[in-house]
Each structure stands twice: as structure tokens, then as C-alpha cells.
């Protein structure tokens, strides 16, 4: 199986994230076709106990959440959940002062959402993301206008909105940054609409869920669906 075919697979859980705490009912996947995903993702398995992409050696924090991701639609225990849960918990995939130092946000809601698909606690996450009240700065030395990526953005919203701290009195500056980057048409993109630009699919995906975590009105429903 081709890693898009993987992601494709994990794209209803990933999208039912939005209402954080809500389940899922496993679609009635035919036995033969379970079975062969089921071998597919137990391929990934590498020796720490969670999984990586089929040409790593090493386990890594993003499959192993597209894993247990699919584990989750399929409507099936992952197995040796604690071990897989250990792994998610204490290995951040990138330098820990990344996560207050140009933040990687994805990651962080890659490494909790699985540890909530685990039934794993989160409470250790809460100190940190309470300290996430605007968006991240962004050196013009990688972007001209000094936006910072869209979706990391997105990603910090929807951790506060997991651990309850959002939506809250205090987010102007998230509620600021995503109404501003929120065209016409409804969709979404990483610079603000005043520059005339349109929006992109994906970030026009992020920029809906991030407004429902801060409780900010839905987008202008007229021309979106046929835009996308």
C-alpha cells in the first residue's frame, strides 16, 4: 500500500477531530479488506513498539499517529497500546525547545490526539499550550510578510480546544489572525485576504476547524462548496 493510500485512509479520523471528544462509529468494513489493512499497518511496526513510514527504520511520532488513526476507523484495539502510547508520549520528534522556539504545532497535536485516541491522560500538555495565546512570530528570513505556516496555527488552536482552554475571553489575537486571513468566497490561506489573494483547500480545511475550536462564526456558505 502506497503511503497516500495510508493517508487517505486516516483522513476521517483526522477530520473528525474537530469535535475533539466525539466518537467515531467504524464504517462495516468487509473481513478480507480489514484483514489486509490490519497487515499493512502492523508493517510499519518497528522495534520501539509504535510505527514509521515503510522506508524508515526507526519509529516516529506522525505514522504512528496515522496508525492509531486507522486502527480507530477500522474499529480495532492497537496492539500493545501501552507500549505505542509510551513511545508517543516520550519522544517529541523534534528538539524540545522547538516547542516554545519557531513551535511545530502539528506535532503537538499529532503526539496528544493519539494519546487520546489511547485513552491515554493529557493533563501534562495543559501548562504548555496555556502559554500558546497568539500565533507563533515567523522570520522574514523564510517568509517576506513574516506569516507564520497556517496550518501549525490551526493545529495550536485545536490542542487548547482538546484540553478545554479554548474557546476563552483571551484569544483576540487567534480570533484577529484567522478572521483576517478569511476571504470573501469563505476559504482560507496563510497570508491576510487584504493582499487580494485566494484561498487554498487545505488551509481553507484548517481555517473552518480553528474557527469552530474559538467559537468564531461559520465562513460565508455562498460559493464555497462550489469553489472547493
Known amino acids: 500500500m ?30 478480507e479488506l480489514r484483514r489486509k489493512l490490519t497487515r499493512y499497518l502492523e508493517s510499519l511496526r518497528r522495534p520501539e513498539g509504535a510505527y514509521g513510514w515503510e522506508g524508515d527504520v526507526t519509529a516516529q511520532v506522525s505514522p504512528t499517529f496515522g496508525v492509531v488513526g486507522s486502527y480507530r476507523l477500522l474499529g480495532l484495539p492497537v496492539p500493545e497500546s501501552a507500549r505505542v502510547a509510551e513511545f508517543v508520549r516520550s519522544h517529541y520528534p523534534v528538539a524540545e525547545r522547538r516547542r516554545t522556539e519557531r513551535p511545530l504545532w502539528r506535532l503537538d497535536f499529532e503526539q496528544m490526539q493519539t494519546l487520546l485516541w489511547l485513552d491515554e491522560p493529557v493533563d501534562g500538555f495543559r501548562a504548555l499550550a496555556a502559554q500558546w495565546t497568539k500565533p507563533a512570530d515567523f522570520t522574514t528570513n523564510y517568509e517576506l510578510g513574516g506569516n507564520p505556516v497556517f496550518q501549525h496555527q490551526a493545529m495550536a488552536v485545536r490542542v487548547r480546544r482538546q484540553l478545554g482552554l479554548s474557546p476563552s475571553a483571551e484569544e483576540s489575537a487567534w480570533r484577529d489572525y484567522f478572521t483576517a486571513r478569511r476571504r470573501a468566497n469563505g476559504t482560507f490561506n496563510t497570508t491576510p485576504a487584504a493582499d487580494g489573494s485566494d484561498g487554498h483547500v487545505m488551509n481553507s480545511i484548517w481555517g473552518l476547524l480553528a474557527c469552530e475550536c474559538l467559537g468564531i462564526s461559520k465562513a460565508p456558505e455562498t460559493g464555497l462548496g462550489t469553489w472547493v
Open 2 to 31: 502506497h503511503r497516500r493510500t495510508f493517508v487517505s485512509l486516516i483522513a476521517a479520523p483526522m477530520a473528525a477531530c474537530a469535535a475533539p471528544f466525539t466518537a467515531i462509529a467504524a464504517p462495516a468494513w468487509p473481513d
